[in-house]
């Protein structure tokens, strides 16, 4: 049956209390959980910017369920630190963590200093990268000189099974590379119903791996607050590439924002104050997807949890059963 998760949004919530979160997700019911992974936030309105990978141990020492993690080697993390940060999680907490690999954003990545790389760059740098992680997690001294340079790198611990290594894609090109190389890919919902393309690019080019997707939903007693909730926190969030791949600061997408409409957040983010329209999306999508990850965009969580236990995951597992 198909994985229903919760996602952790660390650009929008303090990590402190993001623990508490996930911690309240399994207990409410979620089959797994996953994080994403920001230096910046997408807007000042979110204003948090949590370091993944220390987050990840204390979040998987707490919970017993899965947990992965989005993750762009190549500019901001090395790819041998990669795969020694990700290995020590898989090696820690056997068969319950697992990976994204994704070609970043300027956002995340400009705070090095180097350039920013044109898209074709940036794809076959994350390429790159994948190969050296995966090849580090099967225990080979990795030596490579490319768009990245790695010297004699070795790692002494790693799980017994390489952990999974999937790939983030938002386009149907981006998932038909993923063919080539991931375990499985994770795309979000996107308007028009683009992340079926992206599901059918990677099934056709043959990718055989799951095909997860992460869903942007707002839910609240009214219709009113769910739109506002929706509106204040993702209006900086509805662009598509490159403007979301290339603008740097939260400033940046805050002005760009400036002139983003209801409307378009709607087609983003899921949004109704009804349990009901929300089981009906997401049994929808599951029928799909090996696993969705329901992110509700706004900053207090606990109340979308508490729904999310008494009527809205006990009535998706009953029509997915």
């Not at 947990?67 to 190549?74: D, K, R, T």
């Not at 963590?97 to 956002?107: D, E, F, P, S, T």
């Not at 390489?162 to 063919?179: E, M, Q, V």
């Not at 696993?291 to 900053?299: D, E, I, M, P, R």
């Amino acid at each position: 049956m198909t994985t229903i998760g919760f996602h952790a949004s660390h650009e929008q919530i303090a990590p402190s209390q993001l623990l508490k979160d996930v911690v309240q997700a399994e207990q409410a019911g979620f089959d797994a959980a996953m994080c994403s992974d920001h230096f910046m936030p997408w807007s000042r309105r979110q204003g948090h910017s949590g370091f993944s990978l220390s987050w990840l141990g204390a979040a998987l020492a707490s919970t017993e369920f899965r947990i992965g993690s989005v993750n762009a080697p190549g500019q901001r993390y090395h790819p041998a630190v990669i795969a020694q940060a990700t290995a020590t999680l898989g090696e820690m907490f056997p068969g319950r963590y697992w990976v994204a690999l994704g070609a970043g954003q300027a956002m995340n990545e400009h705070i090095t200093g180097d350039r920013w790389p044109d898209l074709d760059t940036r794809r076959r740098r994350l390429e790159e990268s994948a190969d050296i992680i995966r090849r580090l997690h099967r225990g080979e001294t990795v030596s490579h000189s490319g768009l990245v340079e790695v010297d004699t790198a070795y790692l002494y611990d790693r799980p017994t099974e390489p952990i999974p290594t999937y790939g983030t894609c938002i386009t149907p090109d981006s998932g038909r590379r993923a063919a080539a190389w991931a375990d499985g890919i994770i795309t979000l919902n996107q308007p028009g119903g683009q992340h079926h393309e992206v599901r059918r690019a990677y099934r056709e080019a043959g990718g055989t791996g799951p095909v997860m997707l992460q869903i942007h939903l707002s839910w609240a007693p009214s219709r009113s607050r769910a739109e506002e909730i929706a509106y204040d926190q993702w209006r900086s969030n509805v662009f598509g590439p490159p403007l979301d791949q290339d603008l740097p600061t939260p400033e940046h997408f805050d002005a760009a924002a400036d002139e983003v409409g209801i409307s378009s957040v709607l087609e983003a983010v899921w949004t109704s104050e009804s349990p009901q329209q929300h089981i009906g999306w997401i049994a929808q999508a599951a029928a799909d997807f090996d696993a969705v990850y329901l992110h509700h965009v706004g900053q207090d969580q606990a109340p979308w949890l508490e729904t999310a236990a008494e009527t809205i995951l006990p009535a998706v597992t009953k029509e997915l059963s």
